[in-house]
């Protein structure tokens, strides 16, 4: 049972004023994903005490540098399930995780950071290897 939309919000508008677009149904995720142009980074917010305490204030500090993906994105696990999902089929090789953060290149997975890499991470570590994910693949 998906939590109270009022008490997710918040946790939505975290990403969104950062410029991050909302997927909250399948073909969302399809229309995205599927760009075959420039990178999109993708990330599966939760209500999890990582993705508050480290995953969302380290992706913040992570777009603060040169090299950043040309599409933000995001899907909330536990809430759109149907998005989250879909999202979930493009990141293969990888079991289901929230929060996470996918990178994709001209449509094709490149990098991935799984909770357990977010767990006990600072969000200054966070960002530290989303730039480098960045420096090597948005450039």
Not at 22 to 48: F, K
Not at 55 to 79: C, D, M, N, W
Request: net charge negative; with cysteine.
């Amino acid at each position: 049972m998906p939590y109270p939309e009022m008490m997710v919000a918040p946790m939505r508008e975290d990403l969104v004023r950062i410029g991050f677009e909302e997927l909250r149904t399948s073909d969302e995720v399809d229309q995205a994903l599927q760009d075959e142009t420039g990178t999109t980074l993708l990330v599966v917010n939760s209500v999890c005490g990582c993705a508050a305490g480290a995953a969302r204030p380290g992706i913040f500090l992570s777009l603060q540098g040169e090299a950043r993906p040309s599409k933000l994105t995001t899907v909330f696990a536990g809430q759109d399930l149907d998005a989250t999902e879909r999202a979930r089929e493009y990141i293969t090789g990888y079991p289901p995780s929230s929060p996470s953060v996918a990178l994709f290149k001209e449509g094709q997975l490149v990098w991935f950071l799984e909770r357990h890499r977010i767990e006990g991470s600072s969000p200054h570590q966070i960002a530290d290897a989303l730039q480098s994910a960045y420096a090597e693949h948005c450039g």
